[in-house]
């Protein structure tokens, strides 16, 4: 079917969606949760397809294997989100004018949201639970590298939506081709919103050539800065916890940003990424401490390309600063303002990276890992928004709505 047919069906479905109750958007939910458990086994027959097209060393490798224990965590999300409130329908505003006219303002669906992914997917049964949560329609534009999980996945959904007698074209999975992802970024008047999840590439690309609106989210080239307050005990955990919990993900720490008087310390604060083998590059000052004291193999000399990189594999830079307002320079020149933490017991220096720094998390004494919807209590996510414009950080059911004004009288009309 013609991607523009396929997307005026999605269109049409979406205004069914405002008449179904939370009660029944939450019960599809459910037993999506139970469908997805009950057909992991087929699932991830379909994933090991695409698995085998790609190279286990590819950093993406990770995002893009399932696994019988991670499609129990997502079935976990998509109940998490069935029994979250719903959003819509919250009145955010009302007024009664002197006239006797009231303005209510309520929030709403968006009605048709456009996703463009690379090979996560996780993101196509964690968006279409938010979705339908939300009350909007999805178009998914899926990457070659996940298109028979994608296909297995949107399968399994529509036959949970067939079962509650609901129009499945409020799901649609285009082809995973570069006409789809050309057609989709210039649906106007079938498509409200796009939302690019994956690399700084990617996400480029869908700013720079769509003609709707964008959300970007994604890419995250995350610092923790050890400062000379720092406890080590916490900054070890921390940075450990960082860079090697899942390096494939966006939260994951890029490059550790040290103050000079805790040098000495390099060499214990980094001592826990020796087991998983995390390569360091690190700068002039840094790489003299850790040379003898972290294995010859794994320890580089930094270069300019060692910052403001987004390994998203088992390698992290290390940048050493003079000062702490050296480090917010460091950090402010290479952020692409995801998250970013500091160590240290210092209340003032705390105070001041909280007020300081532009990011959309920002951490005291805690590691970037928990940039995730589900660790913020938002059930699932859509992404991580980068940007500030209507949504920032972890995007869940609240930054999927929109709103608008319900005007009610009693024959009220404008004098002339």
């Given at each position: 079917m013609e991607v523009k047919k396929q997307l005026d069906l999605t269109l049409k479905a979406s205004r069914s969606l405002a008449l179904l109750s939370k009660d029944k958007i939450d019960e599809i939910l459910l037993d999506l949760a139970d469908a997805a458990e009950e057909h992991a086994e087929a699932i991830l027959v379909e994933n090991q397809k695409d698995l085998n097209r790609m190279d286990p060393a590819d950093p993406k490798y990770d995002r893009l294997k399932l696994s019988t224990e991670r499609i129990a965590g997502i079935a976990a999300d998509i109940r998490n989100v069935s029994s979250l409130p719903s959003p819509l329908g919250r009145i955010l505003s009302k007024i009664t004018r002197p006239n006797g006219m009231v303005i209510q303002k309520v929030s709403v669906a968006f009605g048709v949201i456009g996703?463009?992914?690379?090979?996560?997917?996780?993101?196509?049964?964690?968006?279409?639970?938010?979705?339908?949560?939300?009350?909007?329609?999805?178009?998914?534009?899926?990457?070659?590298?996940?298109?028979?999980?994608?296909?297995?996945?949107?399968?399994?959904?529509?036959?949970?939506?067939?079962?509650?007698?609901?129009?499945?074209?409020?799901?649609?999975?285009?082809?995973?081709?570069?006409?789809?992802?050309?057609?989709?970024?210039n649906a106007r008047g079938y498509v409200d919103l796009i939302i690019p999840r994956g690399s700084q590439g990617l996400i480029n690309y869908v700013r720079e050539n769509a003609t709707i609106p964008v959300?970007?989210?994604?890419?995250?080239?995350?610092?923790?800065?050890?400062?000379?307050?720092?406890?080590?005990?916490?900054?070890?955990?921390?940075?450990?916890?960082?860079?090697?919990?899942?390096?494939?993900?966006?939260?994951?720490?890029?490059?550790?940003?040290?103050?000079?008087?805790?040098?000495?310390?390099?060499?214990e604060l980094c001592a826990g990424l020796i087991n998983s083998k995390v390569v360091i590059y690190a700068d002039e000052k840094a790489y003299p401490l850790l040379n003898g004291h972290y294995p010859t193999e794994l320890l580089e000399k930094a270069s300019e390309e060692s910052f403001g990189t987004e390994f998203l594999d088992f390698k992290m830079s290390i940048k050493t600063v003079p000062s702490f307002l050296d480090a917010l320079d460091h950090i402010a020149a290479y952020s692409s303002k995801h998250s970013e933490a500091i160590v240290s017991d210092s209340e003032e220096r705390l105070d001041l990276f909280r007020k300081m720094v532009d990011a959309s998390s920002v951490y005291c004494n805690v590691s970037t890992a928990f940039t995730d919807g589900a660790q913020f209590g938002l059930g699932a996510e859509i992404g991580i928004s980068t940007q500030k414009l209507h949504a920032r950080g972890p995007m869940a059911l609240e930054e999927l709505t929109s709103y608008k004004y319900l005007i009610d009288g009693d024959g009220q009309v404008r004098p002339k």
């Open positions: 996703i463009i992914y690379e090979a996560r997917p996780n993101v196509t049964f964690d968006v279409f639970s938010l979705c339908l949560k939300s009350g909007n329609a999805c178009v998914l534009k899926g990457g070659s590298d996940a298109i028979d999980s994608n296909t297995a996945i949107v399968k399994v959904i529509h036959q949970v939506l067939e079962k509650h007698g609901v129009d499945q074209n409020i799901l649609t999975l285009l082809p995973a081709d570069r006409a789809a992802t050309a057609e989709i970024l959300i970007e989210t994604g890419a995250g080239i995350c610092h923790t800065y050890f400062d000379e307050y720092g406890d080590l005990d916490k900054g070890q955990a921390i940075v450990e916890n960082a860079k090697t919990r899942r390096p494939s993900v966006c939260n994951a720490l890029d490059c550790l940003v040290i103050h000079e008087s805790r040098l000495n310390d390099l060499p």
